[in-house]
């Protein structure tokens, strides 16, 4: 009996599935050399000249999401269940005619100007320099995750029981044997492919288009950042105004405690010590003021331990000084252990009185000067990762403010220590503590995710200003001293909490460039 042939067996039998298509492809050859002869096709044959790199190649329309590739990379570098190196996502493209969805595969873009090694403050990076790829050595990382946010696509992956970032090598064993990286090997497809690119040319081009428009796919961060060396093809336009663009779901990013608790701790604990340093503490041996000295000192040093639980490879740490070139990480390392050692030597000349005295006279403003300059390196660690919100302005101003609080907290609590508190220091540093207080809530407001987050957090701060309140109406009606020094510390505690919730959102509502303007969704 004669059967009919649908329009599903016409479309059957024109495309097949991936493994299809592959399984066909292999019949078709004559014998394994000719399929050899295809993988010679999707490496350069010969190595880089002077000026030139390797490069992925990725052609989007031959690119079926299989994911062939991720399993190859999988295998291929023994990596753990929830690691990957390579990712497929989907882009969905429109023009006035018709729409359109891509799947495309992407790894490290082994990139001309890579940040990701430059940001790296023990040199745990190298660029190949004949073949350009961007090598990650896993033995010299000390795990502080801070080229993962250095890179604008967040390629470096941070394994929690090696304790460092580990990324594509662009399978350079291989490539040196002349074999192909696993990922090419193994696509059905041949959509990925490495080319020889010319590093300058490349430079030129990036430099040519306008700064927002010459991402290397739609929604992707802007290449002048690290001038990526992949190209993708496409018969489609790959222009990214023919692309929809939608907000990534909000998800929450790690919230690194042991750098909230840092970054916290020691720019407060500066400040209390500065409020002694810089003469608003007319009144330097008494009782308060040694006991506020002492207590800003050790809420500095417990904040600058606690960095050291952020690393996955603390004992490492002392090779920090091979980044000060270029890692903003290293100079905040450096600057915090020159002001920690000063600190500690200004302490110990209670104990040791032949230190010359010409140091102690000076303690002021090399504290004053290596303190800010610290607070300032913490700052650029996080300017420099491009991410919208922690650009200078918003990162200075939570950091800075935070070293004002507890400067003037802390002026707060030395007025008592004069003997009779002043009413009115004590009301104008009342108001300027809730003033920066309300300033910093208005900053965790902005990204608090519900309603009921955000009028916890406005309860938290109307009881600080209750404990300001108190203090300041108790020191003009001359209130039992005891009851107003329990206000304000009450308010200070209360404020101190703000700060730690502040520094809470500052990492977990942050997103790197990719993820800021688009998200094109991994395919699981
Ligand atoms: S894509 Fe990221 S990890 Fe890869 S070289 Fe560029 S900056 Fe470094
Ligand atoms: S030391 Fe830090 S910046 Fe360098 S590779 Fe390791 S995790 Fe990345
Ligand atoms: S080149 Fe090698 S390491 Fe890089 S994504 Fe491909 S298989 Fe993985």
Avoid at 279 to 294: A, K, Q, R
Avoid at 480 to 487: G, K, Q, V, Y
Wanted: aromatic letters at 10%.
């Amino acid at each position: 009996m004669k059967t009919e042939t649908t329009l599903i067996d016409l479309a059957l039998s024109q495309t097949g599935t991936a493994v299809e298509q592959f399984a066909l492809q292999d019949a078709t050859q004559k014998d394994a050399s000719g399929r050899q002869e295809v993988f010679r096709a999707l490496i350069p044959t010969q190595i880089p000249e002077d000026g030139e790199q390797y490069a992925f190649e990725v052609d989007v329309d031959r690119c079926s999401a299989c994911k062939a590739c991720v399993s190859a990379c999988h295998h291929m570098n023994g990596l753990s269940p929830d690691e990957s190196w390579r990712r497929v996502q989907q882009w969905f493209g429109e023009n006035e005619h018709h729409s359109w969805v891509h799947t495309v595969t992407s790894a490290c873009h082994h990139c001309v100007n890579p940040e990701c090694m430059n940001g790296c403050p023990v040199g745990a990076y190298e660029k190949d320099a004949i073949s350009g790829i961007v090598k990650h050595l896993d033995d010299q990382c000390i795990g502080c995750e801070y080229c993962i946010w250095k890179c604008p696509y967040e390629v470096p992956k941070y394994h929690e029981a090696h304790g460092v970032v580990r990324k594509c090598d662009m399978c350079s064993d291989r490539l040196a044997n002349h074999e192909e990286p696993a990922c090419v090997q193994a696509c059905p497809h041949d959509a990925i492919r490495i080319q020889t690119i010319n590093q300058d040319r490349l430079s030129h081009e990036l430099a040519q288009r306008r700064f927002k428009d010459n991402a290397i796919y739609p929604g992707a961060p802007s290449s002048a950042i690290t001038q990526p060396s992949t190209s993708y093809l496409s018969k489609r336009s790959l222009d990214k105004t023919h692309w929809t663009t939608y907000q990534a779901p909000v998800s929450e990013a790690k919230p690194h405690w042991p750098l909230i608790a840092m970054l916290t701790m020691t720019q407060w604990g500066l400040g209390m010590m500065l409020s002694h340093f810089i003469g608003f503490d007319n009144n330097s041996i008494s009782t308060v003021s040694i006991l506020n000295h002492g207590l800003g000192l050790l809420i500095f040093m417990i904040g600058l331990v606690s960095s050291s639980f952020h690393l996955g490879q603390p004992r490492k740490a002392w090779r920090f000084f091979l980044g000060l070139k270029k890692s903003w990480l290293s100079r905040e390392i450096l600057a915090f252990s020159l002001l920690a050692f000063v600190l500690l030597a200004d302490l110990s000349h209670q104990f040791f009185p032949w230190i010359p005295s010409t140091f102690h006279a000076a303690r002021a403003w090399v504290v004053l000067s290596l303190g800010l300059g610290a607070v300032l390196t913490s700052v650029m660690i996080y300017h420099d990762t491009h991410r919208s919100s922690w650009l200078f302005p918003r990162t200075a101003s939570r950091f800075f403010g935070t070293v004002l609080m507890g400067i003037f907290t802390a002026n707060m609590l030395l007025n008592f220590g004069a003997g009779e508190p002043s009413s009115g220091e004590i009301l104008s540093l009342g108001i300027i503590t809730c003033v920066l207080g309300g300033m910093k809530l208005k900053f965790c407001l902005s990204k608090a995710p519900d309603k009921i987050v955000k009028s916890r957090l406005n309860f938290v701060f109307g009881l600080g200003c209750m404990g300001m309140l108190i203090t300041i109406l108790g020191s003009f009606l001359k209130w039992p001293e005891t009851l107003i020094l329990m206000s304000l510390l009450l308010g200070i505690g209360i404020f101190f909490t703000l700060e730690i919730i502040e520094r809470y959102q500052f990492f977990t509502m942050s997103r790197s460039p990719s993820a800021a303007r688009v998200h094109p969704p991994v395919i699981p």
